[in-house]
């Protein structure tokens, strides 16, 4: 997959994976590994470039006698989420046109 | 390889990151490994399942240069404004303004000098004249003395406003 658009597509699917409730970084990898391919190295800087954006927000949590980082998705990220799948319909549009001009 | 192997090498290779950001990520793998093995992994398979630190980090500095940051440590504002305000350019430039600066000076200097010296010299080659033909040398000293009368001028008006820049200047900082 493109790199810009698997960065897009995964954003999304991290928001989501907290639509549940608050996550933390582990639970996030296993609930989307199974439909998109996600490594630790690249969900780090996806949760950062959320929090940053102001689409999730994280918390500390004692786990165990450590600690654990819990995200969950702000009414700003259930916004960009509702986008994305507004956006996605167009996409799919646009795909469906390119690909029956390219089976012609 | 164990977790604190693993992190002290993760550590080390993320060396190009400001102290906060490498406490950032190895928090997160440290979090990361421990919630691997609590899910029933051992602590070697945990860490084998990972990328290589080497790997980590050099992912790390892709996604800073996508994300348009330095790979090194950020630049501060008061360096930044530094580095402007040193460039050699500016050097280049204030030189030539102080040049043109200069270059008004000595011409509002001059001519007030050139005017005086030249209606001396046509005044005195006027008297000169007067002995050979007097109508040539009355118009030669009529015009010297008129030079002379307007350099005087243009000197004290040089004065005046040398003087009046300067007190102004001195009022403001008093």
């Known amino acids: 997959m493109d790199v810009q658009l698997k960065r897009g597509v995964l954003e999304n699917c991290v928001l989501a994976a907290m639509l549940d409730g608050e996550i933390y970084g582990y639970e996030l990898i296993k609930k989307v590994s199974p439909y998109v391919d996600i490594s630790e190295s690249t969900l780090y800087p996806?949760?950062?470039?959320l929090e940053g954006g102001g689409a999730?927000?994280?918390?500390?949590?004692?786990?165990?006698?450590?600690?654990?980082?819990?995200?969950?998705?702000?009414?700003?990220?259930?916004?960009?989420?509702?986008e994305f799948l507004n956006d996605w319909e167009d996409v799919i549009k646009i795909y469906g046109f390119i690909k029956t001009e390219y089976l012609k | 390889m164990t977790k604190k192997e693993y992190l002290r090498k993760l550590k080390r290779r993320l060396y190009f990151l400001k102290s906060e950001e490498k406490r950032s990520i190895i928090d997160y793998y440290d979090e990361m490994i421990d919630d691997k093995?609590?899910?029933g992994c051992t602590e070697n398979v945990a860490v084998s399942d990972?990328?290589?630190?080497?790997?980590?980090?050099?992912?790390?500095?892709?996604?800073?240069?996508?994300?348009?940051?330095?790979?090194?440590?950020?630049?501060?504002?008061?360096?930044?404004?530094?580095?402007?305000?040193?460039?050699?350019l500016w050097l280049g430039l204030s030189i030539?303004?102080?040049?043109?600066?200069?270059?008004?000076?000595?011409?509002?200097?001059?001519?007030?000098?050139?005017?005086?010296?030249?209606?001396?010299?046509?005044l005195i080659a006027g008297i000169i004249e007067l002995f050979q033909n007097v109508p040539i040398g009355?118009?030669?000293?009529?015009?010297?003395?008129?030079?002379?009368?307007l350099g005087c001028l243009a000197w004290v008006v040089l004065v005046w406003f040398i003087k009046k820049t300067i007190i102004r200047k001195e009022n403001k900082i008093k």
């Open chain 1, 46 to 49: 996806i949760l950062r470039r």
């Open chain 2, 50 to 88: 990972l990328e290589s630190p080497k790997t980590v980090a050099d992912k790390v500095r892709e996604d800073r240069k996508a994300e348009g940051k330095s790979a090194g440590v950020k630049l501060s504002a008061p360096i930044m404004v530094l580095l402007i305000v040193g460039s050699p």
């Open chain 1, 56 to 82: 999730v927000t994280v918390r500390s949590v004692e786990h165990n006698g450590r600690l654990r980082k819990y995200y969950a998705i702000t009414q700003f990220g259930r916004n960009k989420l509702k």
């Open chain 2, 138 to 149: 009355v118009t030669m000293i009529g015009s010297g003395l008129a030079a002379g009368a």
């Open chain 2, 96 to 122: 030539g303004l102080f040049g043109i600066c200069i270059g008004l000076v000595v011409v509002a200097a001059v001519v007030p000098i050139v005017l005086v010296l030249s209606g001396a010299a046509t």
């Open chain 2, 37 to 39: 093995i609590e899910s």
